[in-house]
């Protein structure tokens, strides 16, 4: 598919959402292609669709969220709940096939849900009185066998806190507190599917974000360009476009052209020949969905019109990982198999052992919910977990690692870091992936 034509599809997804998108421009005037707010469409869709199959697949009857200002819980505007003032319930009842969303909320708010005709049921109770005699009238009315609450190890589903739970504990009876037990594993079958219109957002976000890196290596200058200098041009995109960080403003990009510093802030070293140079960029488009996408360059030294063949073997061993990585990742296999694919060749091509897993699940977060692609290190057994396994609509962001040894004791890896959607027939790019390794010229 050219990417005329891709485009084209994208905005033909999202015109049913609420979005208007055109195809990034070089123009200096550049206007955002990210217009328009289809979140709430988008939102409502995922709760009436996705939330269903992911209660029943994990034998949920009902989940309750308690939101409240100031410090809600991260999933507060994934259900309606951002602007919760005095504590709110939301809860949802799945009965079959049919869910049920009812709000509890303080007078004041309440108006403003009922307006918004976000929930199936507003139920009104007056400000500074208890929620919970309510809340257990609706779980009398419903009956549900499990309930869930946001408890896990997962921060984004560890919404509830140690004051709300307690309060829920003191203030509901034991025949619906035995009933409950962590959402993080619903959370993560929910979260972790995305709908057309948003792979939609997130595929032209990308291709945006590969675009960006490299236009940045092009203006680059070895023994001139410091890797700050590298990091300033795309923050002037993210700003010019008014996109946000991916991630925490500081290490956002992440530029590097010396030797492994993992997650980090780029620097004022000045690259020079003989550097690879790493960007590891993400953007956040509609204040919603992120990217998080890798391109790496060579510095040439003056005089040279092509790497050198070791370095170009770096390059090419990295970029296999990568691809044994997407030819695994297909419906039905597990993170670990996608991880241990990776790390046959990985061995096969002597670098060093890699601490990091493949990939990822991207989305809301850089790091979203969904099941992880790692734990397949040679020589131990995988374990085959349902919450690892990939379905269609999950979204990730993976790597093509090769690490070797520098001369002062240090490491030096390449992690060619690449978006990806599972599709019914497999993997699918999410923009086109590095090919070729990026050379940028010394003065």
């Given at each position: ?100 969303s009812i709000a509890v909320s303080p007078s004041g708010e309440a108006t403003s ?8 049921e507003v139920i009104e109770i007056a400000r500074g009185t208890g929620m919970w ?311």
């Amino acid at each position: 598919m050219n990417r005329l034509i891709s485009l084209l599809l994208f905005a033909a997804l999202l015109s049913g959402c609420g979005a208007e998108v055109s195809p990034p421009t070089d123009s200096p005037d550049m206007q955002s292609p990210f217009t328009g707010n289809p979140w709430p469409e988008i939102r409502a869709e995922r709760i009436a669709t996705l939330l269903p199959a992911a209660m029943h697949d994990n034998e949920i009857d009902a989940w309750i969220l308690i939101c409240r200002e100031n410090n809600n819980d991260p999933l507060a505007d994934h259900v309606g709940c951002e602007n919760a003032g005095g504590t709110a319930a939301f809860m949802f009842f799945l009965e079959g096939d049919d869910l049920t969303s009812i709000a509890v909320s303080p007078s004041g708010e309440a108006t403003s849900l009922a307006e918004k005709e976000m929930m199936d049921e507003v139920i009104e109770i007056a400000r500074g009185t208890g929620m919970w005699g309510t809340v257990e009238s609706q779980f009398e009315r419903f009956s549900p066998r499990a309930i869930a609450i946001n408890t896990g190890r997962s921060p984004i589903a560890d919404g509830l806190s140690h004051t709300q739970y307690a309060s829920m504990m003191d203030g509901l009876s034991t025949k619906w507190t035995s009933r409950m037990k962590s959402a993080e594993p619903m959370i993560r079958s929910w979260l972790s599917v995305k709908l057309p219109q948003e792979i939609a957002i997130m595929s032209l976000a990308a291709e945006i974000t590969a675009q960006w890196e490299v236009e940045a290596y092009a203006a680059a200058v070895g023994g001139v360009t410091t890797d700050r200098d590298i990091a300033d041009f795309l923050e002037a995109k993210m700003a010019e476009m008014g996109v946000g960080d991916g991630w925490a403003a500081e290490q956002n990009p992440a530029v590097n052209s010396g030797r492994d510093r993992g997650h980090s802030h780029p620097t004022n070293r000045t690259i020079q020949p003989g550097d690879f140079i790493q960007i590891d960029f993400g953007i956040r488009v509609h204040d919603r969905w992120v990217t998080d996408i890798q391109r790496f360059a060579y510095v040439l030294a003056p005089g040279e019109t092509e790497a050198p063949a070791d370095a170009l073997a770096k390059w090419e061993a990295a970029r296999s990982g990568s691809r044994a990585a997407f030819a695994a990742m297909k419906p039905g296999a597990t993170g670990n198999e996608v991880d241990r694919a990776q790390r046959v060749i990985l061995e096969e091509n002597g670098s060093l052992p890699i601490m990091w897993g493949t990939g990822h699940p991207v989305g809301y977060w850089a790091h979203d919910s969904g099941p992880g692609l790692s734990g397949g290190r040679l020589g131990q057994e995988l374990s085959m977990r349902p919450t690892q396994v990939l379905k269609p609509g999950m979204t990730f962001a993976f790597d093509g690692f090769h690490s070797w040894a520098l001369t002062d004791s240090t490491t030096k890896t390449l992690s060619v870091e690449e978006m990806a959607v599972i599709t019914e027939d497999g993997a699918l790019w999410m923009t086109p992936p590095q090919e070729d390794l990026i050379l940028i010229h010394s003065k």
